[in-house]
């Protein structure tokens, strides 16, 4: 069994930053891509940022320049570090880990991001 447990959402002016963090459990390859990805009320869930194993990064045109993802494959750790945050940013922000040799993926329970002032 695969967990994905979030952490670091909360409410943030317009304007600051914030950090999500992501620590994966359980049996996976280790051939595998993390990320973050968020939804809306009535929208389908999109991708913010995800990162392969081997490092290689690819971000949302909607959060380049503004956004860092990083991982730690010793802790099975994703990061999300987001500046200049927006209020379209609002949203449930949700991990995400595709095991890229059973082709099975996995999801978070979800972290909610609430930019407002």
């Known amino acids: 069994q695969v967990q994905l447990v979030e952490s670091g959402g909360g409410v943030v002016q317009p304007g600051g930053s914030l950090r999500l963090s992501c620590a994966a459990s359980g049996r996976f390859s280790g051939i595998n891509v993390m990320g973050w990805y968020r939804q809306t009320p009535g929208k389908q869930r999109e991708l913010v940022a995800e990162v392969t194993s081997g490092g290689s990064p690819r971000y949302a045109d909607s959060v380049k320049g503004r956004s860092t993802i990083s991982r730690d494959n010793a802790k099975n750790m994703v990061d999300l570090q987001m500046s200049s945050l927006k209020p379209e940013d609002t949203a449930v922000y949700y991990c995400?880990?595709?095991?890229?040799?059973?082709?099975?993926?996995?999801w978070g329970q979800g972290t909610q991001v609430t930019v407002s002032s």
């Open positions: 995400k880990l595709d095991d890229r040799v059973t082709m099975r993926n996995y």
